[in-house]
């Protein structure tokens, strides 16, 4: 009885329900006609190329991080840049640092890597590393990291594994402290670590030097800040012996002055 | 309100060369000089745009140099246009609008929240090949709506470069709100830049046009107002997400001049009326990034449609128009001038107009207002002691959440956040205008005349979140990009709901064609009828839909360079 009662309730709400009059904006309402035409299937670049949308379009960018002046016993020329090109996913990336001292080059690095994102804030890097300048030059199979840590710090860690065994840790990372929207505190940090004695380098086993900056720069436009700012790295351990052996400081303090560039 | 005397922005030419920035902002003061030769056609600064009357078009579409700032351009116009030429047709008509493309690259044109055959809808690869150079295509449809709409580019980044004009429906058998007078105010944002250059920017520094970030000295601000460890809570908060909470728009007037029917702020477009008339006036956003929020110091606005939609009169002070959405307004000015100021969502530029009784008057230009930051309630996270919201949460939470389904891809490299408490936030009128001492139009307010288009219940639900990666500037659904989605397959007639969740810090005019998106409340109650819906960050917004409209159909956020990134996907109705 009970339930015969709550179906003739239920029927009664469903049928107020359907049985409610159409609204204006119901009766008003036309669907449209089916097409007469239709596009043709087609792979996702034909598609792209028709709508004129595309997202996997690839981009390319040139970064010259620092091109700068050093002051010291002799002048010294300092870079640091990377250039990509790929789409979201993949990046042929490229960075290149080194110093130039009284005009040949010393102590030089290019790395050659394909950059893949993994995570939200990280990509892996896999390559190639090439150090040319002062002593044989060498060559590395190059493995790492690289990404924004939380607090927007980026960062970059990168193992090299090389001919003969070798290994070695590169540690690097910035961050940009704006002062106003176009004065850009940055401090940075790069530290370098072997796995084997490289004395014809100057490199000895364990933790062989730290370069920590401070630069302040100025963004006439976003790709264009010249910048002044300071220096200091030193050497540890067996690097440092092998420098002062080869009459060499050991630890460096320096003004700098610069551009950083991009495009 | 209105100052006859108070001349803020139409200054002469020289006196704008002392202040290059400032003339970038505001353009020139002759107006939009579009120096016509060969095949453009003249256009005296300041007219009102053109207006073509149907049923039968005849759009011609062409390069043509402009300068809105002091420096040469060259815009995509119609008929010699930009804006484009408003089109006027009238409700049941069958019109018949014929294209021909003299560009040297493929163009289409998209009927903005028509309801029209696929094959009509002007989305190349979609509905049809597009517009090849040297061609002309025919559109006909039967036009069974009524109200205010708009026309734009479907193809790359014409848009951005001028190819956006008004339509105007006439009801047949009258506006149910009538008026004496009618203004369409069109509101855009012009670049000198190349918008391929924009993209591109951003593809390599995403934050390269915000210009309002916080600096070291809005920390010791904070410190000095909230004490050391909120401050620097805030900001460990904020860089734990890596999220920057001034991130309102990626494109600014830092390469924006916003335009108000294509006149610069300084050459100051102005409407005309008598004293005591009711003006309507049909605002439309045909920006390609920019949110706007549009008062008129002095007057109320009495909303009467939104989205060609007639709704039940609502007055407010202010109202926010994101990016393709359309509002028709009610005003009754007195024997004074007014300002119509538009300032973009991220206080960095706006549009400005004058309403008169007669020409060469103006009116006193506000203060922009000062910019808003994100609060922890526009992630749709739990509002915890950081919360900076100047929101009263009291009347916020409209019935409890479903819980939230985050798909698979979300968890991928191309989604740096998600949302675990959304809210409905109907009644929210957004960032950077809560609390703001006005009278500011919201969701809530809005009750569409005549009801939804259908009272069947919808059977299922379609959640679809927002979805993006601000710094490597991807954008998604579903953390999905286009390239790599299947299309979204509704089933021919069904009814259905569609549950956004915004899982970005950005606010998104998300736009189904072909299909009206019908907006209800969190008790499923029917609320509004629109073809651009608002998705504020952290929120959830559910409306339904009639699939009745046979064949393929994009579906899309309506910021131009977040669609080109991939926030786009094909609906396919069988």
């Known amino acids: 009885m009970r339930r015969l009662a709550l179906a003739a309730v239920s029927a009664i709400v469903a049928m107020r329900a359907f049985a409610q009059e159409p609204g204006q904006s119901e009766r008003e309402h036309v669907p449209p006609d089916p097409p007469q035409t239709r596009v043709h299937a087609m792979p996702y670049h034909e598609m792209a190329e028709m709508m004129g949308m595309d997202d996997r379009r690839r981009f390319g960018k040139v970064m010259i991080d620092r091109l700068e002046w050093r002051d010291g016993d002799s002048s010294i020329y300092e870079w640091d840049a990377a250039a990509w090109y790929g789409g979201d996913f993949n990046k042929l990336w490229i960075e290149t640092e080194g110093e130039h001292v009284g005009g040949s080059s010393d102590d030089a690095r290019v790395d050659v890597l394909w950059d893949r994102i993994a995570t939200a804030w990280w990509s892996t890097r896999l390559g190639l590393r090439q150090d040319f300048g002062e002593g044989p030059s060498r060559s590395w199979v190059a493995l790492g990291i690289a990404g924004l840590a939380p607090g927007f710090v980026e960062l970059e860690a990168m193992a090299y594994v090389g001919d003969g065994g070798r290994t070695a840790l590169r540690l690097s990372t910035e961050y940009d402290l704006l002062l106003t929207q176009r004065l850009v505190l940055q401090p940075q940090l790069e530290v370098n670590a072997y796995g084997h004695d490289d004395p014809e380098r100057l490199i000895g086993a364990g933790l062989s030097d730290i370069e920590i900056g401070l630069r302040l720069r100025y963004e006439i436009r976003r790709e264009i800040a010249p910048y002044a700012g300071v220096s200091w790295s030193k050497r540890f351990g067996d690097s440092a012996d092998l420098a002062r052996a080869a009459g060499m400081d050991t630890d460096e303090f320096s003004l700098v002055a610069g551009f950083r560039l991009w495009f | ?574």
């Open chain 2, 1 to 574: 309100m209105a100052h006859e005397s108070a001349r803020i922005d139409a200054q002469p030419m020289d006196r704008l060369k002392q202040f290059g920035r400032r003339r970038f902002v505001q353009g020139l003061a002759g107006g939009a000089l579009l120096l016509a030769y060969g095949r453009g056609r003249a256009l005296a600064a300041g007219s009102a745009p053109a207006e073509l009357t149907g049923p039968d078009f005849h759009l011609t579409i062409d390069e043509l140099p402009v300068n809105y700032t002091g420096a040469a351009r060259r815009a995509v116009a119609v008929n010699g246009q930009v804006p484009a030429p408003l089109l006027r047709m009238r409700q049941g008509d069958t019109v018949t609008i014929r294209v021909t493309n003299n560009l040297r690259e493929p163009t289409s044109i998209h009927w903005h929240g028509f309801i029209l055959p696929a094959d009509m809808d002007g989305v190349p690869g979609l509905s049809f090949n597009g517009i090849a150079p040297g061609t002309t295509f025919t559109y006909r449809f039967k036009v069974n709506q009524s109200g205010t709409y708009w026309y734009h580019s479907h193809s790359r980044f014409q848009e951005q470069v001028g190819l956006y004009g008004p339509i105007v429906v006439e009801r047949r058998g009258g506006e149910r709100h009538g008026a004496d007078r009618e203004h369409t105010l069109l509101l855009s944002d012009w670049t000198d830049h190349d918008p391929e250059h924009i993209y591109a920017t951003l593809k390599r520094q995403s934050d390269y046009y915000n210009f309002g970030k916080r600096t070291a000295a809005d920390f010791f601000a904070d410190v000095r107002k909230q004490g050391f460890s909120a401050a620097a809570a805030d900001r460990r908060m904020w860089g734990a997400m890596r999220m920057n909470p001034t991130d309102l728009a990626d494109v600014t007037g830092y390469a924006y001049t916003y335009l108000l029917n294509g006149t610069t702020p300084a050459a100051n477009w102005t409407g005309i009326f008598s004293p005591g008339e009711r003006v309507r006036l049909r605002l439309i956003n045909g920006s390609s990034m920019s949110f706007f929020d549009v008062r008129i110091p002095g007057l109320k606005l009495t909303v009467v449609a939104t989205d060609g939609q007639d709704v039940e009169p609502v007055t407010v002070d202010e109202l926010r128009i994101g990016t393709a959405e359309v509002y028709d307004v009610i005003v009754t000015p007195g024997d004074a001038a007014y300002s119509v100021f538009a300032q973009s969502m991220d206080r960095s530029g706006y549009a400005r107009g004058t309403l008169a009784p007669r020409a060469g008057m103006t009116a006193e230009v506000p203060a922009l207002d000062a910019r808003a930051l994100l609060a922890m309630t526009d992630m749709g996270m739990n509002h915890s002691g950081m919360d900076h919201s100047q929101m009263d949460h009291s009347n916020m939470d409209q019935g409890a959440m479903p819980k939230v389904l985050h798909a698979p891809a979300e968890a991928g490299p191309i989604v740096d956040m998600r949302t675990d408490m959304p809210n409905a936030r109907l009644d929210d009128p957004g960032i950077g205008l809560r609390d703001n001492g006005r009278r500011v139009l919201t969701y809530a307010d809005l009750a569409t005349l005549g009801g939804p288009i259908d009272r069947r219940v919808a059977a299922r639900e379609i959640e679809l979140h927002l979805t993006g990666h601000m710094e490597r500037y991807i954008w998604s659904f579903n953390g999905q990009k286009f390239s790599d989605a299947e299309p979204l397959r509704f089933t021919h007639n069904e009814r259905l709901r569609i549950a956004l969740v915004n899982d970005t810090m950005m606010t998104h005019p998300i736009h189904l064609h072909g299909m009206w998106s019908e907006i209800t409340d969190a008790n499923g109650k029917f609320v509004a009828r629109k073809h651009t819906v608002i998705v504020q960050p952290g929120q959830r917004l559910v409306y339904e839909v009639t699939a009745d409209a046979l064949g393929s159909w994009a579906y899309h956020c309506h910021l131009l360079y977040h669609m080109e990134a991939g926030m786009f996907r094909e609906v396919v109705v069988a």
